[in-house]
């Protein structure tokens, strides 16, 4: 709608602009006048081109103040082309005249005023054609405005309808058009003012009334031209318009309006019981109505509004009215498919993450008696099915789980698709039986139509205690309870409970403390020796510990694993780097031949340049780069593997020895070994000792050796717990050892008076 008044105001102001050049040009008497007159429509039409096209309010104010000055320049050119036309001479009427320009010019002076008194009108947004746009908001000053323009206008009213009925009945028709012509303009202007319609229509009226002074004053022709034009004109008009008598006669109508009753205009008797019909009221007897209403039904749903206006003469006496009926259904349903695409999932049909908040956080804060759990689903192994079989089939799964959360919900439940393969619900907590709903979960499967497939899904679920808190933290806490069942096959069900609660909340505690615990170390680093084949020492791997002043002695599955997962890993590594290189540079004498390891950890690489931080280190306490070790395990290569190849060959190239741990644990590529620019294999022994057939787990152990010493690797085997084991690695050919049999974790204290006995004694057994 915007676009077609945009597209007919520039037509207009074009056609304006060509009539007043056409007027200059004339060398008849009035064409001065007419041409000012043009050129003075042409301002408020621009205003509201402005309006129509703006969508932010400086620029739709803009619009405005160009809107109401052109309507008192339009006055005022108005009254002045009246006074030409109708032959009322200047002079004669001076005083009079004078009082108008004034009234008019200190409207225009006013509106000067108002961006700093405010006193004339503001503006509001409102949304047309699914876009903002900004209408006036009327105040004092425009009233007055309105009574200024209203004067000038009523006054000219009175100066054409004087001439015409003072002049001979065949020169009154000139007068008659135009009169009728600004009559009309004039109701249409007013009826925009009170109606309050965004877009002012009423400037197709006002250029009509522009246009037609300029063909009457200029290129007279009879009455009947300008009643067909008039009809053509509102023929054309996007809305349904239907006039009527004093007796509710329907007299005319327009294309539209035969369009909607499905009538001819030749058969005008029809129109009333058509239109009572269709519409349940049509505000008969009424001065000045509106309503909106909706006709039919399902997908023959149609939706309408109607403005009904009463028309009166100079007495107050109703001698007509008409009807504007106007269809909305398209704007409406294009809006409803706009909201529906905003807040439903495209593929599942689900409510959006987004929208699922809102419409929970609405219905909790409203329905305050009633008690509410959050349930988090979640597709265990989800990016398995669209690797190993498409997108496609990875679509199907979430659909089929879309709909059967449908399915098996209620009308007082909300659920929607919250993430990749996530999907969220909430419900009345006493409208659903667990049990039932683990068994339904267990029996979970979809079909292609020939092979069954069991998906299995895993639900956390929040009983809503404190509504206060934040949608977003009870499908986290929802989440939380659900992550702990993630890797179990059996149960599908986990309730959130005080104990995760406790879990969150030491996590965030020594999150917070380990800023200070840096600081004032009581982060340390442990050393476990690592033994060569004849069990001397001749190195340590370092392992952190925190001696926390209340709760002790803090062993490291802790707190490595919450560090791990917010990324503060990087934080505790870096330290222990620093008291490696620290460790290093202090010691003298037999323990300068010894080496110290140091963890990696993948988040490493998310928070710094790893081999930077590390080679600065090693220049900043003037260490040979051979005795700090770099220890990776094989998820640092599971990400970016080319750029962390570059990186390990970088170490290595500048002195570094680099190890790779827990091989054998995992699932390490052989195909990635051969490429992988390392020094040292370390072995896990714990596979060997969890494998069900203890022969084919050593002959793995045994070619695992001697693929490494193929290679050109030391093995370093760590686990080690018993004399039998010790003595089984070194038949095989392991080259270093690291465990239990040897040594615990122990403080740099202890490792060092470790290191200095074995010095005194080089002849003492490996287990020292």
């Given at each position: 709608?915007?676009?077609?008044?945009?597209?007919?105001?520039?037509?207009?102001?074009?056609?304006?602009?060509?009539?007043?050049?056409?007027?200059?040009?004339?060398?008849?008497?009035?064409?001065?006048?007419?041409?000012?007159?043009?050129?003075?429509?042409?301002?408020?039409?621009?205003?509201?081109?402005?309006?129509?096209?703006?969508?932010?309010?400086?620029?739709?104010?803009?619009?405005?103040?160009?809107?109401?000055?052109?309507?008192?320049?339009?006055?005022?050119?108005?009254?002045?082309?009246?006074?030409?036309?109708?032959?009322?001479?200047?002079?004669?009427?001076?005083?009079?005249?004078?009082?108008?320009?004034?009234?008019?010019?200190?409207?225009?002076?006013?509106?000067?005023?108002?961006?700093?008194?405010?006193?004339?009108?503001?503006?509001?947004?409102?949304?047309?054609?699914?876009?903002?746009?900004?209408?006036?908001?009327?105040y004092f000053g425009q009233t007055c405005h309105r009574i200024a323009v209203y004067f000038a206008f009523f006054t000219s009213l009175g100066i054409f309808l004087l001439k015409a009925i003072r002049v001979p009945r065949i020169y009154a028709e000139k007068y008659y058009v135009i009169l009728f012509t600004m009559i009309f303009a004039g109701f249409w202007q007013s009826y925009y003012i009170f109606s309050r319609t965004p877009i002012d229509r009423s400037m197709v009226a006002l250029a009509v009334c522009a246009l037609l002074i300029f063909y009457f004053s200029l290129f007279y022709r009879p009455f009947r031209l300008l009643d067909r034009m008039l009809a053509n004109i509102a023929s054309k008009i996007p809305e349904s318009v239907f006039f009527f008598d004093a007796n509710d006669r329907c007299i005319w109508i327009n294309r539209n309006a035969e369009k909607l009753v499905e009538l001819q205009s030749d058969n005008l008797d029809r129109v009333q019981h058509r239109l009572q019909a269709m519409f349940d009221d049509l505000g008969?007897?009424?001065?000045?109505?509106?309503?909106?209403?909706?006709?039919?039904?399902?997908?023959?749903?149609?939706?309408?509004?109607?403005?009904?206006?009463?028309?009166?003469?100079?007495?107050?006496?109703?001698?007509?009215?008409?009807?504007?009926?106007?269809?909305?259904?398209?704007?409406?349903?294009?809006?409803?498919?706009?909201?529906?695409?905003?807040?439903?999932?495209?593929?599942?049909?689900?409510?959006?993450?987004?929208?699922?908040?809102?419409?929970?956080?609405?219905?909790?804060?409203?329905?305050?008696?009633?008690?509410?759990?959050?349930?988090?689903?979640?597709?265990?192994?989800?990016?398995?099915?669209?690797?190993?079989?498409?997108?496609?089939?990875?679509?199907?799964?979430?659909?089929?789980?879309?709909?059967?959360?449908?399915?098996?919900?209620?009308?007082?439940?909300?659920?929607?698709?919250?993430?990749?393969?996530?999907?969220?619900?909430?419900?009345?907590?006493?409208?659903?039986?667990?049990?039932?709903?683990?068994?339904?979960?267990?029996?979970?499967?979809?079909?292609?139509?020939?092979?069954?497939?069991?998906?299995?899904?895993?639900?956390?679920?929040?009983?809503?205690?404190?509504?206060?808190?934040?949608?977003?933290?009870?499908?986290?806490?929802?989440?939380?309870?659900?992550?702990?069942?993630?890797?179990?096959?059996?149960?599908?069900?986990?309730?959130?409970?005080?104990?995760?609660?406790?879990?969150?909340?030491?996590?965030?505690?020594?999150?917070?403390?380990?800023?200070?615990?840096?600081?004032?170390?009581?982060?340390?680093?442990?050393?476990?020796?690592?033994?060569?084949?004849?069990?001397?020492?001749?190195?340590?791997?370092?392992?952190?510990?925190?001696?926390?002043?209340?709760?002790?002695?803090?062993?490291?599955?802790?707190?490595?694993?919450?560090?791990?997962?917010?990324?503060?890993?990087?934080?505790?590594?870096?330290?222990?780097?620093?008291?490696?290189?620290?460790?290093?540079?202090?010691?003298?004498?037999?323990?300068?031949?010894?080496?110290?390891?140091?963890?990696?950890?993948?988040?490493?690489?998310?928070?710094?340049?790893?081999?930077?931080?590390?080679?600065?280190?090693?220049?900043?306490?003037?260490?040979?780069?051979?005795?700090?070790?770099?220890?990776?395990?094989?998820?640092?290569?599971?990400?970016?593997?080319?750029?962390?190849?570059?990186?390990?060959?970088?170490?290595?190239?500048?002195?570094?020895?680099?190890?790779?741990?827990?091989?054998?644990?995992?699932?390490?590529?052989?195909?990635?070994?051969?490429?992988?620019?390392?020094?040292?294999?370390?072995?896990?022994?714990?596979?060997?000792?969890?494998?069900?057939?203890?022969?084919?787990?050593?002959?793995?152990?045994?070619?695992?050796?001697?693929?490494?010493?193929?290679?050109?690797?030391?093995?370093?085997?760590?686990?080690?717990?018993?004399?039998?084991?010790?003595?089984?690695?070194?038949?095989?050919?392991?080259?270093?050892?690291?465990?239990?049999?040897?040594?615990?974790?122990?403080?740099?204290?202890?490792?060092?008076?470790?290191?200095?006995?074995?010095?005194?004694?080089?002849?003492?057994?490996?287990?020292?």
């Amino acid at each position: 709608m915007r676009l077609f008044f945009a597209i007919i105001y520039s037509v207009l102001i074009i056609l304006l602009v060509l009539c007043g050049m056409i007027s200059r040009r004339s060398k008849r008497t009035v064409a001065t006048s007419v041409s000012y007159l043009e050129f003075s429509f042409i301002v408020p039409i621009v205003g509201n081109l402005i309006l129509v096209l703006s969508q932010n309010e400086l620029l739709s104010t803009l619009g405005s103040y160009t809107y109401f000055i052109g309507m008192d320049l339009m006055a005022f050119s108005l009254f002045d082309f009246t006074l030409s036309y109708c032959n009322i001479p200047w002079r004669a009427h001076r005083k009079k005249c004078y009082v108008i320009y004034a009234i008019l010019t200190l409207d225009i002076i006013q509106y000067f005023f108002n961006p700093f008194f405010g006193q004339a009108f503001g503006m509001e947004a409102i949304t047309v054609d699914g876009s903002p746009y900004y209408r006036l908001v009327p105040y004092f000053g425009q009233t007055c405005h309105r009574i200024a323009v209203y004067f000038a206008f009523f006054t000219s009213l009175g100066i054409f309808l004087l001439k015409a009925i003072r002049v001979p009945r065949i020169y009154a028709e000139k007068y008659y058009v135009i009169l009728f012509t600004m009559i009309f303009a004039g109701f249409w202007q007013s009826y925009y003012i009170f109606s309050r319609t965004p877009i002012d229509r009423s400037m197709v009226a006002l250029a009509v009334c522009a246009l037609l002074i300029f063909y009457f004053s200029l290129f007279y022709r009879p009455f009947r031209l300008l009643d067909r034009m008039l009809a053509n004109i509102a023929s054309k008009i996007p809305e349904s318009v239907f006039f009527f008598d004093a007796n509710d006669r329907c007299i005319w109508i327009n294309r539209n309006a035969e369009k909607l009753v499905e009538l001819q205009s030749d058969n005008l008797d029809r129109v009333q019981h058509r239109l009572q019909a269709m519409f349940d009221d049509l505000g008969e007897g009424e001065d000045n109505w509106s309503t909106k209403q909706q006709v039919g039904s399902g997908k023959n749903t149609r939706f309408y509004s109607l403005e009904r206006h009463i028309v009166t003469d100079s007495r107050s006496k109703k001698i007509g009215s008409f009807l504007n009926i106007h269809d909305h259904t398209e704007d409406i349903l294009n809006h409803q498919r706009e909201m529906y695409e905003a807040t439903h999932d495209k593929l599942t049909g689900l409510f959006t993450k987004e929208h699922l908040f809102n419409v929970i956080k609405h219905r909790i804060a409203i329905d305050k008696d009633t008690s509410y759990s959050i349930a988090y689903f979640d597709i265990k192994d989800f990016k398995m099915v669209n690797d190993i079989f498409g997108n496609t089939a990875g679509d199907n799964v979430l659909v089929r789980v879309a709909n059967w959360i449908k399915e098996n919900s209620r009308d007082n439940w909300s659920y929607g698709r919250i993430g990749g393969d996530a999907f969220g619900v909430c419900f009345p907590t006493d409208t659903v039986r667990l049990a039932i709903v683990e068994d339904k979960l267990s029996k979970f499967v979809i079909s292609n139509g020939t092979i069954d497939q069991h998906i299995l899904l895993h639900v956390g679920i929040y009983h809503v205690t404190d509504t206060s808190i934040d949608v977003s933290i009870m499908f986290d806490r929802a989440h939380l309870a659900q992550t702990s069942i993630k890797n179990e096959y059996n149960t599908h069900i986990a309730i959130y409970d005080d104990k995760m609660r406790d879990q969150v909340l030491w996590g965030q505690k020594i999150s917070a403390e380990l800023e200070s615990a840096i600081d004032q170390r009581e982060i340390v680093p442990y050393l476990q020796p690592i033994v060569d084949n004849k069990g001397n020492i001749i190195g340590a791997e370092a392992l952190v510990r925190w001696l926390h002043p209340k709760e002790g002695f803090l062993p490291p599955f802790t707190f490595i694993p919450i560090f791990e997962k917010n990324g503060m890993i990087a934080d505790v590594d870096l330290y222990i780097w620093r008291c490696a290189c620290e460790i290093l540079a202090s010691w003298t004498g037999e323990k300068e031949k010894l080496f110290i390891s140091v963890n990696i950890s993948p988040k490493d690489f998310y928070f710094m340049d790893v081999f930077a931080e590390i080679d600065k280190l090693v220049n900043e306490f003037k260490i040979n780069p051979n005795r700090l070790r770099i220890e990776i395990t094989e998820t640092v290569m599971m990400t970016d593997a080319e750029s962390r190849m570059a990186m390990l060959k970088r170490f290595r190239e500048n002195g570094y020895i680099v190890e790779m741990d827990d091989f054998g644990s995992g699932y390490s590529s052989l195909n990635q070994l051969k490429d992988m620019p390392l020094d040292v294999l370390k072995i896990d022994m714990k596979f060997l000792s969890k494998a069900e057939d203890n022969m084919k787990a050593e002959t793995i152990l045994r070619n695992v050796l001697r693929l490494s010493s193929d290679l050109g690797l030391f093995s370093l085997t760590e686990g080690v717990e018993t004399e039998d084991q010790y003595n089984m690695l070194s038949q095989m050919g392991c080259n270093l050892f690291q465990g239990y049999y040897f040594a615990k974790p122990m403080s740099v204290s202890d490792y060092e008076k470790l290191c200095d006995a074995q010095s005194l004694n080089k002849k003492s057994s490996p287990r020292t």
